[in-house]
């Protein structure tokens, strides 16, 4: 099974700073077809899971461009350029490589 | 726009079953895969299933394995999960998806004696 592993568990950010989440994958998550199927989520209060970003780094439709995805191989990376109240959550990264579909553990983002 | 609704969830007894439903609309369904996944109070997400848009292709997270059924009906444009032999770490919110982007609110399911 392909673990994946996000640092740091949690993040206390002022609006307006930048933040970021690191998504390690226990093992190389392969391009198929020119993709790599790693997502990012974010999961407000009692709400489901939302899509952010797919394919390592392409934003959902209405994600706002504060938000982008990078990496490959092993080693990802969420950033939010400047974090408003909104942004509020836990983050999840997920592999879709192959099943298990996993995800990480989570990082819970909160407002200083 | 996509919208997914889950159902049956509730109080089940341990070694007890219960079945979920996702009634989907806003989109093709059967062009998609669609799947389930989980969060116990206070966890983090867990993958339980998918099916492939034709319902040839399935996986389940070993946890489920031989207790869990995903299946659809492409006609009713819906999903479903049966959930047998139901153990108290079934207890979660279990949401329907369609593979990977949007979520249903989520059901909550209970086991319990």
């Known amino acids: 099974d392909i673990v994946m592993s996000q640092t740091p568990l949690s993040l206390s950010v002022t609006p307006g700073q930048p933040a970021s989440i690191s998504c390690k994958s226990s093992?190389?998550?392969?391009?198929?077809?020119?993709?790599?199927?790693l997502y990012w989520y974010l999961q407000k209060a009692g709400q489901p899971p939302q899509l952010l970003i797919y394919?390592?780094?392409n934003r959902f439709s209405g994600v706002p461009d504060r938000f982008s995805g990078s990496g490959s191989g092993t080693d990802f990376t969420l950033k939010i350029s400047r974090v408003e109240a909104e942004d509020v959550g836990v983050y999840y990264c997920m592999q879709s490589v192959q099943p298990p579909i996993t995800f990480g553990q989570g990082t819970r983002l909160e407002i200083k | 726009q996509v919208q997914l609704v889950e159902s049956g969830g509730g109080l089940g007894k341990p070694g007890g079953s219960l079945r979920l439903s996702c009634a989907a609309s806003?989109?093709?369904?059967?062009?998609?895969?669609m799947s389930w996944i989980r969060q116990a109070p206070g966890k983090g997400l867990e993958w339980v299933s998918y099916?492939?848009?034709?319902?040839?292709?399935?996986h389940y997270a070993d946890s489920v394995k031989g207790r869990f059924t995903i299946s659809r009906d492409n006609a009713k444009n819906s999903l479903y999960l049966q959930m047998n032999s139901l153990r108290a770490d079934d207890t979660a919110v279990y949401y329907c998806?369609?593979?990977?982007?949007?979520w249903g609110q989520g059901t909550l399911v209970t086991v319990s004696s």
């Open positions: 998806g369609r593979t990977w982007d949007y």
């Open positions: 806003g989109f093709t369904f059967s062009d998609y895969y």
């Open positions: 394919e390592v780094s």
């Open positions: 099916i492939s848009g034709g319902g040839s292709t399935i």
């Open positions: 093992q190389s998550l392969p391009q198929s077809a020119g993709k790599t199927y």
